[in-house]
Nanobody, 126 residues
C-alpha cells in the first residue's frame, strides 16, 4: 500500500486549502485514514480521522469546525478540507492508514498506523 499526499502550499490567514491522499494497493474504504501534522521542532500531532467502519470522523479541538475529512471511494482518495486557516496550522501534513479496527479515540495515536504518506507542507502567513 502506498499513500501519496498532495495539495499543500502557501496561503494567507483566513484562506483555504484542500489536501489529498491517494491510496494505491487496496481500496481506501479498507482503512481508517488520518491526517497528522508536524511543525518545526514539535512532535507529530493528530489532526483528523475517518474510520474504516461506518465512516465516523474525529478532530482535534483546535481544527474542529474549520477542517473536514472525507473519503471518495471511487477515486480511492481521502481529503482534508481546511478553511479559515491560521498561522498555527503551519506544518508538514501527513496522511496515514491502518487496516486494523480501533475505537475512535485510539486512532489519535501515531503508533496504530501501518502506512504513511510522504508529507505535504502547509504554510499560513499572517
Amino acid at each position: 500500500v502506498q499513500l501519496q499526499a498532495s495539495g499543500g502550499g502557501l496561503v494567507q490567514a483566513g484562506g483555504s486549502l484542500r489536501l489529498s491522499c491517494a491510496v494505491s494497493g487496496r481500496t481506501v474504504s479498507s482503512y481508517s485514514m488520518a491526517w497528522f501534522r508536524q511543525a518545526p521542532g514539535q512532535e507529530r500531532e493528530f489532526v483528523a480521522v475517518i474510520r474504516r467502519s461506518g465512516g465516523n470522523t474525529g478532530y482535534r479541538n483546535s481544527v474542529r469546525g474549520r477542517f473536514t475529512i472525507s473519503r471518495d471511494n471511487a477515486k480511492n482518495t481521502v481529503y482534508l478540507q481546511m478553511n479559515r486557516l491560521e498561522p498555527e496550522d503551519t506544518a508538514v501534513y501527513y496522511c496515514a492508514a491502518t487496516g486494523t479496527s480501533y475505537i475512535l479515540s485510539a486512532l489519535w495515536d501515531t503508533s496504530v498506523y501501518d502506512y504513511w504518506g510522504q508529507g505535504t507542507l502547509v504554510t499560513v502567513s499572517s
